[in-house]
């Protein structure tokens, strides 16, 4: 399926992989994508599947946490494209694929241009399949698990520093629980960025966009405004938020966002 007929190849992800077996630390240049038909309307709405429901429901509020705070700073750093982005929150339905799917059809009736999806692989093979049945132009990102890490990796859950979690605070005083805040918002982050490279904020070109904001060889930049300020001076760049390092599987056409995922290398 091709990226300008479907936007969601799932960008499944969760932020800081480290494939040290398979690249041995090199940095390889990203390769230059097709450009995809622009589809966007020009104002970039981002919905949030947290799961109010389900395994990981105590992790809600840092999820919704991250993405407002993330949506917070774009705007006051510009927005996207001059235009301030927009959110909307639904429930994921995680083990409840009817609310999956009910959340789904109306955020995408809202335009919404992508989905920020939860840790679950249920959750994100239901979204797959929704896209592929309504033939939605619509990206979606959601956070790894081990489920759908590489083969022989190992992942490791990303604690949150003290300085990001008093800027989720900052977002809902009442989060005490911060597991994915910090892979939430750099997905977040991350699609705001993809959609400005792009220049389009259709989600097939969010999702091919994702390939260039992860450039290893490119500026490194730790913030919304300060990666747009390389793009606009005609830079690669290399966005790293709170959660790491984003690493871009160009063999599966999976990102990874917010975990660490260390593939161990073979014995001889």
Same mark, same amino acid.
């Given at each position: 399926?091709?990226?300008?007929?479907?936007?969601?190849? !799932?960008? #499944?992800?969760a932020?800081?992989?480290?494939?040290?077996? %398979?690249?041995?630390?090199?940095?390889?240049?990203?390769?230059?994508?097709?450009? $995809?038909?622009p589809?966007?309307d020009?104002?970039?709405?981002?919905?949030d599947?947290?799961?109010?429901t389900?395994?990981?429901?105590?992790?809600?509020?840092?999820q919704?946490?991250? !993405?407002?705070?993330? !949506?917070?700073?774009?705007?006051? =750093? @510009?927005?996207?494209n001059?235009?301030?982005?927009? $959110?909307?929150?639904?429930?994921?339905?995680?083990?409840d694929?009817?609310a999956?799917?009910?959340?789904?059809?109306?955020?995408?009736?809202? @335009?919404?241009?992508? !989905?920020?999806?939860?840790a679950?692989?249920?959750?994100a093979e239901?979204?797959?399949?929704?896209?592929a049945?309504?033939?939605?132009n619509? &990206?979606?990102?959601?956070?790894a698990?081990?489920?759908? &890490?590489?083969?022989?990796?190992t992942?490791?859950?990303?604690?949150?520093?003290?300085?990001?979690?008093?800027?989720?605070?900052?977002s809902?005083?009442?989060?005490?629980?911060?597991?994915?805040?910090?892979?939430?918002?750099?997905?977040?982050?991350a699609? #705001? +960025?993809?959609?400005?490279?792009?220049?389009?904020?259709?989600?097939a070109?969010?999702? =091919?966009? +994702?390939? &260039? $904001?992860?450039?290893?060889?490119?500026?490194?930049c730790?913030?919304?405004?300060? %990666?747009?300020? &390389?793009?606009?001076?005609?830079?690669?760049?290399n966005?790293?938020?709170?959660? @790491? =390092?984003?690493?871009?599987d160009?063999?599966?056409?999976v990102?990874?966002?917010?975990?660490?995922?260390?593939?161990?290398?073979?014995?001889?």
């Amino acid at each position: 399926m091709g990226l300008n007929k479907i936007a969601a190849t !799932i960008v #499944a992800g969760a932020l800081a992989l480290t494939l040290a077996g %398979c690249s041995g630390g090199e940095v390889t240049p990203t390769a230059t994508p097709t450009p $995809v038909k622009p589809s966007g309307d020009g104002v970039l709405r981002i919905g949030d599947m947290t799961p109010v429901t389900g395994d990981l429901a105590a992790y809600s509020a840092s999820q919704a946490a991250g !993405i407002e705070l993330a !949506i917070r700073e774009i705007n006051e =750093q @510009g927005g996207y494209n001059k235009v301030p982005v927009e $959110v909307l929150h639904r429930n994921a339905g995680d083990g409840d694929a009817a609310a999956t799917e009910a959340s789904f059809n109306d955020l995408v009736s809202r @335009g919404v241009d992508v !989905i920020i999806a939860p840790a679950s692989t249920g959750v994100a093979e239901t979204l797959a399949e929704l896209v592929a049945k309504n033939d939605a132009n619509v &990206a979606i990102v959601s956070i790894a698990t081990k489920d759908n &890490a590489p083969k022989g990796a190992t992942v490791t859950a990303v604690k949150a520093d003290d300085a990001f979690v008093a800027r989720l605070k900052s977002s809902d005083p009442s989060v005490s629980e911060y597991g994915y805040g910090a892979e939430s918002y750099d997905l977040t982050i991350a699609s #705001a +960025l993809a959609a400005t490279v792009s220049k389009d904020d259709g989600g097939a070109s969010i999702t =091919q966009g +994702l390939i &260039a $904001v992860t450039n290893q060889a490119g500026f490194k930049c730790t913030s919304y405004g300060m %990666c747009v300020s &390389a793009v606009n001076d005609k830079q690669a760049i290399n966005y790293v938020g709170p959660a @790491g =390092q984003i690493n871009y599987d160009t063999e599966t056409g999976v990102a990874y966002f917010g975990k660490t995922i260390v593939v161990e290398k073979k014995k001889k």
